[in-house]
């Protein structure tokens, strides 16, 4: 046999060789990707997972954000029912026409006399008709009035003590309605006075009309409990001149309203 047919047997053999072994190749080549693909399928669920988990949690805190700031939020307030219970502190404006009361009540004729400031308290009862407008009746009651004088002729000093009450009902406009709420505020009303002068004689009593008006602010700490500060001049009239004062009040509020 010569070399170049055996060349020629040799290549046939190979070619024969190659066809049989492609076919068996391939199966093993589409095994290997198929299981690729499924590897890759099966890592994917698990690289989504902490990616799910992450959004998840960024929706978790913008529904807590959003509850945090529908909480802050404040509504309009609702007309409704309301009490005030607070304290005070009046600075006596016409100390002049209490201490003349007050030396001519002691007998004791021209003196040296001076008038301290008081203390107090009181109380409100309202209605909110409308989200600016409220009425309501207030009492207050300023019961520490002292008139301090001194007499040169004797050196005696003596000491005299009055109250003062008041009555009225009184409107209010409201200039906001969130949170914290600015007023303004007049009222009108009865007036009541008991000046015990020094010595053993009689006690003076007086009475008439009364006024008064003022600014200040509602701020609620709850949709139903509330602070309030405000400050009001308070005129009496007739013989009731004397206790004409200035008086700064701050208390507590708490609120009937609806939602």
């Known amino acids: 046999m010569s070399q170049c047919t055996r060349t020629r047997g040799l290549a046939l053999w190979l070619t024969l060789l190659l066809a049989l072994a492609l076919p068996l190749a391939s199966p093993a080549a589409e095994d290997e990707e198929t299981a690729a693909e499924e590897q890759a399928e099966e890592a994917a ?40 219970a607070n304290g005070s502190y009046a600075f006596m404006v016409n100390r002049d026409d209490l201490e003349h009361k007050a030396e001519k009540a002691s007998n004791t004729g021209p003196a040296n006399s001076n008038t301290d400031d008081s203390w107090g308290y009181g109380g409100r009862i309202g209605w909110r008709v409308f989200d600016r407008l409220a009425i309501e009746g207030q009492f207050q009651m300023l019961n520490s009035i002292e008139v301090h004088s001194h007499q040169e002729s004797n050196g005696r000093d003596r000491r005299s003590k009055a109250t003062f009450m008041t009555a009225m ?64 001049y308070v005129l009496p009239t007739d013989d009731l001149e004397g206790y004409d004062n200035v008086a700064l009040l701050f208390g507590f509020m708490l609120r009937f309203y609806g939602d």
């Open 169 to 232: 009902a009184n409107a209010k406009g409201y200039l906001l309605t969130q949170r914290i709420q600015p007023y303004a505020m007049a009222g009108a009303g009865y007036g009541y006075a008991e000046l015990r002068p020094s010595g053993n004689n009689r006690n003076q009593r007086d009475d008439g009309f009364a006024a008064q008006f003022g600014v200040g602010s509602d701020f609620y700490v709850t949709d139903n409990l509330g602070l309030m500060t405000e400050v009001a």
């Open 45 to 84: 669920p698990a690289a989504k997972e902490p990616a799910e988990e992450e959004e998840t949690a960024d929706t978790e805190d913008e529904a807590d954000e959003a509850e945090d700031e529908e909480e802050f939020d404040w509504d309009v307030t609702h007309r409704g029912f309301y009490l005030i």
